[in-house]
């Protein structure tokens, strides 16, 4: 699967630190977070990026892409002679965080409402496009990001537009190529002082990664499906006491799949998942808060094939969300999460909760991330009712002057099959360098691998290995 809504938010930063970036990312075309086309969250500390500006269309006419290997290097050739007469001018920029908001992206003013389009481009090298133990296949491809983010300049009050694709073309296996896209709004209302009402729907259609526990039917191409999120909220907050409460929902469709040419139809897939929480938190100080929240949904399949697959949980955590300085600050919570099933052969759940987040900026050029989060996910099987996903992520970025940013990336996921024996548990790494061309350009180049291991009932086993490089456009 590929959604996970508490970890696509950025890591927490203090009020007025995150004020400041906030009106930076307000600036920038390419915002501190986004979301991608793949479902997934990219913040301040993704270190994925993109590639191509019109500087290098001359260069790549001339590059041959007879071998993978020899794709990327050209490429990656292309973009340093692009880089030699590229108009680069002193930045004002020290700081991991300051490298990665590039400030001095304004958007686009039409009258009274701002513009902000981005364009990303990767060129990328897999070792291991199926994600398979046996019969590895290599390939290259290259992959288009574009986005937009619309809002009007207003006093008070927000509301913004947003939509975001992504089109993958594989060089060999044409069978993996996919378009993915998204369009979304979303608001805040300004009550009163300190009351606010949020409110946000999204459409996007999307694919289940290879290798990913959503991809169960190792199709001829990748599973693909539409999603329709909405959520809505009300919070008070900057007292003593803050009150936050919401609820939200999301609809998921699947479009049928092809298995040796054989059409499979998927709807048994179809699922409805409703939720809602409320949250209250209280200052013990000007830098600690603790908090209380209670949490509760329900998963409402349409079909069910096998066996009932429909549940319903609820759940509680006590956490604490410090604010030290503008160089550390972090969230913990730990808790209970209960969760019932009706398929009688499937125990309920009783077990431990918990969500962390964290970032911490020792000296100007270190800054270090940390997040994780538990929770439970749509199945895959006809026969399994849902997937406890736990979830880790670390970073940590330096910059090398002004315009030079390194990072690494470590993450871990495990992933429980309720009600069968299969589990898996995947440990993935990232190592990228970053350059700032210009506030509007940023070149890339990363290195990737990926180990998966599993247990049980036809779990999957697997490695792979990645290279990339890319552009990103953002006026």
Same mark, same amino acid.
């Given at each position: +699967?590929?959604?996970?809504?508490?970890?696509?938010?950025?890591?927490?930063?203090?009020?007025?630190?995150?004020?400041?970036?906030?009106?930076?990312?307000?600036?920038?075309?390419?915002?501190?977070?986004?979301?991608?086309?793949?479902?997934?969250?990219?913040?301040?500390?993704?270190?994925?990026?993109?590639?191509?500006?019109? %500087?290098?269309?001359?260069?790549?006419?001339?590059?041959?892409?007879?071998?993978?290997?020899?794709?990327?290097?050209?490429?990656?050739?292309?973009?340093?002679?692009?880089?030699?007469?590229?108009?680069?001018?002193?930045?004002?920029?020290?700081?991991?965080?300051?490298?990665?908001?590039?400030?001095?992206?304004?958007?686009?003013?039409?009258?009274?409402?701002?513009?902000?389009?981005?364009?990303?481009?990767?060129?990328?090298?897999?070792?291991?496009?199926?994600?398979?133990?046996?019969?590895?296949?290599?390939?290259?491809?290259?992959?288009?990001?574009?986005?937009?983010?619309?809002?009007?300049?207003?006093?008070?009050?927000?509301?913004?537009?947003?939509?975001?694709?992504?089109? *993958?073309?594989?060089?060999?296996?044409?069978?993996?190529?996919?378009?993915?896209?998204?369009?979304?709004?979303?608001?805040?209302?300004?009550?009163?002082?300190?009351?606010?009402?949020?409110?946000?729907?999204?459409?996007?259609?999307?694919?289940?990664?290879?290798?990913?526990?959503?991809?169960?039917?190792?199709?001829?191409?990748?599973?693909?499906?539409?999603?329709?999120?909405?959520?809505?909220?009300?919070?008070?907050?900057?007292?003593?006491?803050?009150? @936050?409460?919401?609820?939200?929902?999301?609809?998921?469709?699947?479009?049928?799949?092809?298995?040796?040419?054989?059409?499979?139809?998927?709807?048994? @897939?179809?699922?409805?998942?409703?939720?809602?929480?409320?949250?209250?938190?209280?200052?013990?100080?000007?830098?600690? *808060?603790?908090?209380?929240?209670?949490?509760?949904?329900?998963?409402?399949?349409?079909?069910?094939?096998?066996?009932?697959?429909?549940?319903?949980?609820?759940?509680?955590?006590?956490?604490?969300? +410090?604010?030290? #300085?503008?160089?550390?600050?972090?969230?913990?919570?730990?808790?209970?999460?209960?969760?019932?099933?009706?398929?009688?052969?499937?125990?309920?759940?009783?077990?431990?909760?918990?969500?962390?987040?964290?970032?911490?900026?020792?000296?100007?050029?270190?800054?270090?991330?940390?997040?994780?989060?538990?929770?439970?996910? *749509?199945?895959?099987?006809?026969?399994?009712?849902?997937?406890?996903?736990?979830?880790?992520?670390?970073?940590?970025?330096? #910059?090398?002057?002004? *315009?030079?940013?390194?990072?690494?990336?470590?993450?871990?996921?495990?992933?429980?099959?309720? $009600?069968?024996?299969? %589990?898996?548990?995947?440990?993935?790494?990232?190592?990228?360098?970053?350059?700032?061309?210009?506030?509007?350009?940023?070149?890339?180049?990363?290195?990737?691998?990926?180990?998966?291991?599993? #247990?049980?009932?036809?779990?999957?086993?697997?490695? $792979?290995?990645?290279?990339?490089?890319?552009?990103?456009?953002?006026?």
């Amino acid at each position: +699967m590929n959604e996970s809504p508490a970890l696509s938010a950025r890591l927490p930063q203090p009020a007025s630190k995150r004020a400041r970036n906030q009106a930076a990312a307000g600036q920038a075309g390419g915002t501190a977070s986004r979301r991608t086309a793949d479902g997934h969250i990219l913040s301040g500390y993704d270190f994925g990026g993109s590639v191509i500006t019109t %500087k290098l269309q001359g260069a790549r006419r001339a590059v041959s892409f007879a071998r993978p290997a020899g794709r990327v290097a050209a490429t990656f050739g292309a973009i340093i002679a692009a880089n030699s007469v590229a108009n680069a001018q002193p930045l004002p920029v020290y700081t991991p965080e300051t490298l990665l908001l590039q400030p001095g992206t304004k958007g686009v003013r039409a009258g009274n409402v701002l513009i902000y389009p981005q364009l990303d481009f990767d060129l990328e090298q897999d070792s291991n496009i199926y994600n398979l133990d046996d019969n590895k296949v290599d390939d290259t491809v290259f992959v288009v990001r574009p986005s937009v983010r619309i809002r009007p300049d207003t006093a008070r009050h927000e509301f913004v537009l947003e939509a975001n694709g992504q089109l *993958r073309r594989y060089f060999d296996v044409k069978s993996e190529n996919s378009d993915q896209y998204g369009v979304g709004a979303r608001t805040r209302l300004d009550f009163a002082e300190r009351t606010a009402a949020t409110a946000s729907l999204r459409y996007a259609h999307r694919i289940e990664p290879r290798g990913s526990y959503g991809d169960s039917l190792e199709s001829d191409q990748p599973i693909e499906y539409d999603t329709l999120d909405g959520a809505a909220g009300l919070q008070r907050t900057g007292g003593i006491l803050e009150l @936050r409460t919401g609820g939200n929902f999301r609809q998921t469709r699947y479009d049928d799949a092809t298995l040796d040419g054989v059409r499979l139809d998927t709807s048994w @897939r179809d699922v409805d998942n409703y939720g809602g929480f409320a949250r209250a938190d209280y200052r013990v100080s000007p830098k600690l *808060r603790t908090f209380v929240e209670l949490k509760a949904d329900w998963t409402d399949y349409r079909s069910e094939p096998d066996v009932p697959r429909d549940s319903n949980g609820y759940g509680a955590l006590v956490g604490l969300r +410090m604010e030290v #300085s503008e160089l550390i600050d972090g969230e913990i919570a730990v808790g209970y999460a209960h969760r019932n099933f009706d398929d009688p052969a499937a125990d309920s759940f009783d077990g431990v909760d918990f969500r962390v987040s964290g970032r911490w900026t020792p000296t100007p050029r270190w800054q270090f991330g940390l997040e994780g989060q538990r929770r439970f996910d *749509r199945s895959p099987l006809a026969n399994v009712p849902t997937v406890l996903a736990t979830r880790l992520r670390f970073v940590a970025q330096r #910059s090398l002057g002004r *315009r030079f940013l390194v990072g690494t990336e470590v993450t871990y996921d495990n992933w429980d099959y309720r $009600g069968i024996t299969r %589990k898996e548990t995947r440990i993935g790494g990232d190592a990228t360098l970053r350059y700032l061309v210009t506030d509007q350009l940023t070149a890339f180049a990363a290195a990737g691998y990926r180990d998966q291991s599993g #247990s049980g009932d036809n779990a999957r086993n697997y490695s $792979g290995s990645n290279f990339r490089i890319g552009l990103s456009i953002a006026l």
